[in-house]
């Protein structure tokens, strides 16, 4: 009934080159790094059924066959040939790529070239302050050095992404932190620094957001699991200086996100990992995303790292939860058909081409 | 399959008099006074699409045409004609209205005479406490005017209404602030302050709270997107004094109200904005809140101002949602009708005549 | 279309040995301790009717009979012989029976015998904690006979549950606290404490948690309506050490509470009593649960006390919510009939004799 067109995903990683095993898998797909609990596996989750009902027939096998069937597929068909497979018959056509660390994980052209699709390049700015730190003798090259690259990096990436998060509290500071506070900052940081240390001091965080404002490219901020109202202050401080802000993932807060992008004009929230990783249940959390936000504040990402089965079951999940959402809208006489349609095309692709100024 | 009786809506304000254009018009649908995002309209939002679900009918006209017709037909039947279409459609038969600040909305009675129904005024406590301090001199002088305002606002109000709520955290203290507390913070905000000024003293608004429990009047405190759980300190000091409060809009965090209207005998919850807001997506948002609250806890409000519009989504968005709520919960043999029925009128009118002492 | 086996319920209290009236069974009901407000009745929520729903047929009436006749009937039967044929038409097979304080409530083999069900116990560490100090004259004693009567009770009991929950805020501290620390509040809380007094000093409750921990015996903790993303840090520091922690309640932060038990392989979380006092909304509190949580780490308990019409809710509640939910997206082509079968069983019993060491 509703007909969603081909997906612009603005957010992911690329893809990992490497051959897997049952258990390195399995690790990818639990996503925490860690081991499932005795006696659980990380197969037993939505993301885990998700895969199996979405993946499998794309490599010619029975939807929801069993896990051990399906790797024996995927190693039969090779890492690259599978990888393809997949990210083709995603319905993704333009990815917004998070480049660093790179690991092994395929770059921007490479994902294009597997996907069949555009690609362009984010700029992680925790990555590109590490990158100076490691090339600054002192505090003043220091921050010379990161305005330039971030500058540059703005030039080029269609959009900055700080991970940080909420993480480090004091980052969500609602005001730009004094050149007094910041000098002092790099010094301790630069201190001693083994090269390759990760940035978590707040007040350089801090910094880094406030130059990347500066820009005026859109700084996606990833909220992870906090409560993206800590923002607040942020937003607050930052509206009218031209430059977007994006609250990625935000589940089980994307109520709040939804809520944050409905009180500010700047202020956007994504909808794709949340879905990606409730799966059956994507319906209700996407459902509830289109309750407070302005419906030209929401896009899809998929927010796939690694497995190119979850740039999949991220756009597969998205489609049917947003298809099905809207159906049912239409069917109740709440929406009209028109409408739908509408919505579903700014939600897939036409926000994030206007926001990212990517041709349509 | 359930009906609903004829509303109460237990917290609005009046209507605008005046003509209004398109960009006018969507403004106040965004309701936070700022223009949308570029590429955007507040027409794309639940509001927007349930104003053209909703109203354009009222004014002879095909549900979800688009919004320029809409308003062309609006300026065709004029405001007043307009608003008393959509008024008296609303099926609402008893406004309670926030006066304060009136701007350009129509009263208490005109409210009354435009929707052909009943109003009562509603006190707003911050506005009040500015006027007193507008015409009193001395410390001693405001106290004693403020507390003969708030007792006379309470004889012939319906209710006192609180907007300050969450925003100046302390004012969520639990006790009631000392007599010298509260002089010192007379004296700072009289000190110099131009006439009108608003009251955001985090103790001076307690002070106020505390004297509007004394009155025995129903406390209306306005939560916004804040977690009413942080009155829950207030709430435990102000069980057992014989004064309701009422926690007004609360969406994201309805659940949390309902869940505090289920832990103090005292302490109801309201379900209207939150749905008029969600539009489509407002069924599962009257769900979770009837999860926890006791159904004599539960009262509708449209929590409308200026657009008669609002009136109007709000009734209507509600009745439906209760409707198929409860309708579901019957078919499914969870409820019976008869029990249905009863918690309709319950939440649509009966708990709101009961708590604010209106005649059936 | 999906069948749940018998039910293990992880986490409940005995039932009460007295008859009651109608306004004794209404306080029960209530589950506060407190009045409800005038004019409302505690039958008029999600439990009065779910109990109207589930157990009335049970004794012989119709479905949604009215209070009075149900509390007639109660009545006649005797409270012995209704409180029989409530609990063994409950459908669950086993009670972790939490013992403490045991006021009228049934013992563990009572509790065995009345539902012709295994029961086995969960030891209540505060309460042992005041046992501890109402016979020890000595902070030195205090320390030694805890330690003792902790792993003494790790000895016999199948859990050891911490009821302070989130309430005493540094009892949440993530690390254990220092034999200072702990010695000089041992040395406060003695200190002409009257017998019986409770325990609710962070200090101690952290150091009573951190014994839990080393005995290895699940430890679950209440966190009642608090977010239990305030237990990150203390999960953190457990992790890895082989103690099991289980969340209960948890609503409506049960999909914070199902985030976290994904993001630590020793963390679990309850789906019992959320539903129960949801009533007709469980399905979708339940499939909220379901998000996030991996299925492996999810376990049914009823949360009831007192009323065998508690015990009876819980689990029919819960498994109509299950098999709805899971019905569903087994239609939805979201899931395969075998792993709804598969997960259903986990949750509702294989989960928690897995986690408890229970005998399949």
């Known amino acids: 009934m509703i007909d969603t067109p081909s997906l612009v995903d603005h957010y992911c990683r690329g893809v990992l080159r490497t051959e897997l095993g049952l258990g390195t898998f399995e690790a990818h797909l639990g996503g925490t790094g860690g081991a499932p609990a005795p006696g659980t596996t990380f197969f037993d989750t939505q993301t885990g059924f998700a895969v199996r009902r979405w993946c499998a027939p794309l490599l010619g096998l029975e939807a929801h066959c069993p896990p051990a069937r399906y790797l024996a597929r995927r190693r039969e068909l090779g890492v690259l040939e599978s990888g393809r497979r997949l990210l083709r018959a995603s319905g993704i056509s333009t990815y917004l790529v998070d480049t660093g660390p790179p690991g092994d994980l395929t770059s921007v052209p490479e994902t294009a070239a597997a996907g069949m699709a555009d690609a362009h390049e984010i700029v992680r700015l925790e990555l590109l302050a590490e990158q100076v730190a490691d090339t600054s003798g002192t505090v003043g090259a220091f921050l010379a050095n990161l305005a330039e690259a971030v500058h540059g990096a703005a030039d080029s990436a269609v959009a900055l992404t700080s991970v940080a998060g909420l993480r480090h509290h004091a980052s969500a500071a609602p005001e730009a932190p004094g050149p007094g506070g910041v000098r002092a900052a790099v010094g301790r940081w630069l201190d001693g620094r083994p090269p390759g240390a990760r940035l978590t001091d707040p007040v350089?965080?801090?910094?880094?957001?406030?130059?990347?404002?500066?820009?005026?490219?859109?700084?996606?901020i990833h909220v992870g699991a906090g409560d993206p109202l800590a923002l607040s202050g942020f937003a607050a401080a930052t509206e009218g200086l031209g430059t977007d802000l994006v609250l990625l993932h935000g589940c089980p807060y994307h109520r709040h996100a939804a809520y944050l992008a409905s009180a500010f004009p700047h202020v956007y929230a994504d909808v794709g990992p949340a879905l990606a990783r409730t799966g059956a249940g994507a319906a209700s959390v996407l459902a509830e995303a289109l309750e407070r936000a302005p419906f030209g504040k929401l896009l899809f990402s998929s927010g796939a790292r690694g497995l190119p089965e979850s740039h999949v079951v991220g756009a597969r999940i998205f489609r049917e939860a947003l298809e099905g959402v809207l159906g049912n809208?239409?069917?109740?006489?709440?929406?009209?058909?028109a409408d739908a349609r509408r919505v579903a095309g700014?939600?897939?692709?036409g926000n994030a081409r206007r926001v990212y100024g990517l041709a349509g």
Chains 1, 2, 3 share one sequence.
Do not use: E, F, K
Request: aromatic share 10%; with cysteine; net charge positive.
């Open 346 to 349: 700014m939600v897939a692709a």
């Open 204 to 220: 350089l965080l801090s910094h880094l957001r406030w130059i990347a404002v500066a820009t005026g490219r859109p700084l996606q």
């Open 329 to 337: 809208w239409v069917r109740d006489g709440a929406w009209c058909r």
